[in-house]
């Protein structure tokens, strides 16, 4: 942009803001919002900036999360109805000590949903969940405080959370499926095996035997109806 050039494009916008603030139409500090966008020299890192932020913002609250999820202890990692760790627990917990650089120092808790539900008393089911949620909380630290320190003050937190894992029943039996659903398109022993023509033939063959004049074979099928061309010696080409 030329000198010229600028000058008319200031003069233009000064007069539009003249005319504007003379009718009333333009509040004070147009000519000043008019410098400012004038003379901006950021541009455009500063709207960079901030669709940048916008885009990763939802990924942060992604990874936040699966920290948790990784973290947390679940109702599994007790005995049912117990504050007692069973061996999934306390296998969870040196995972989560062993971390590198540093263990996390928050220990999340799902709060004990297998307390039994009272329907005629749900007050005490409120009860009985805030009081096994501590005595866990407090199983943890005992726990954590008896393994290797790291230099890490550990705090548990208990959260609602659902259960991130899946039932494996499903997935396992659809592995053990695979193998059922598919078969080999050679079947008999070697020297009889079914071959499909390209004619639409069915031609049956002998591994190893070179077809005599007139397509006969000397030890295996008779190349049936079809006109099918055999894949291996023996088929009627």
Sequence with gaps: MTGKTRKARAAVFALAAGVMGAVGCAGPGLQERFQHVNNNNSWPERNSFLARQAVLHPFEVQQNNAAVVNDVLLNAHFENGSEKLNGVGRSKLDQLTRKMPAPNPVVWLQTA?????????????MIARSDLDQKRASAVLAYL??????????????????DPSINSTGPASALRGLQTQFSSGISGAVGGGNVLGSGGGQATNTIGVAPTAGGQQPAGGTPQAGGGTGAGPGGQR
């Design 113 to 125: 949903n297998d307390v039994v539900y009272d329907d005629k008393a749900p007050e005490k089911t």
């Design 145 to 162: 405080n008896a393994r290797p320190s790291r230099g890490v003050t550990y705090s548990v937190q208990a959260i609602d959370i659902d």
